[in-house]
């Protein structure tokens, strides 16, 4: 089992940045390719970006390629997503999320995710 906490979400206008951080906790011996899902009101949950367990390969979403950054940082089972120039379609809940297989993380069905932290961006 693995347990997710997310960090850093808050009301932020259009243009901003802000940094969100994710605390695995438990089994984190296993090669969790670690990522980000989010979920809009009234939306399905979708995949934002993902990062394998030796941070080799990077995932974006196409909506965010170019203005969010994802890193971890293994030794502190951290990961960490930089989100800049956001706009009001990034408004959503924000969940972290690990898997031993990239692929579920990216098609939005991984094997642990956290509780979610909200961002909001409004002018």
């Known amino acids: 089992q693995v347990q997710l906490v997310e960090s850093g979400g808050g009301l932020v206008q259009p243009g901003e940045s802000l940094r969100l951080s994710c605390t695995a906790s438990?089994?984190?011996?296993?090669?969790?390719?670690m990522g980000w899902l989010r979920q809009a009101p009234g939306q399905a949950r979708e995949f934002v970006a993902a990062?394998?367990?030796?941070?080799?390969?990077?995932y974006y979403a196409e909506p965010v390629k170019g203005r969010f950054t994802i890193s971890r940082d293994n030794s502190k089972n951290e990961v960490y997503l930089q989100m800049s120039n956001l706009k009001s379609e990034d408004t959503a809940v924000y969940y972290c999320?690990?898997?031993?297989?990239?692929?579920?993380?990216?098609?939005?069905?991984?094997?642990?995710w956290g509780k979610g932290t909200q961002v909001t961006v409004t002018s």
């Open positions: 999320a690990a898997d031993v297989m990239s692929d579920s993380v990216r098609n939005g069905h991984p094997d642990y």
């Open positions: 438990g089994n984190t011996r296993r090669a969790y390719t």
């Open positions: 990062q394998t367990w030796d941070g080799g390969v990077r």
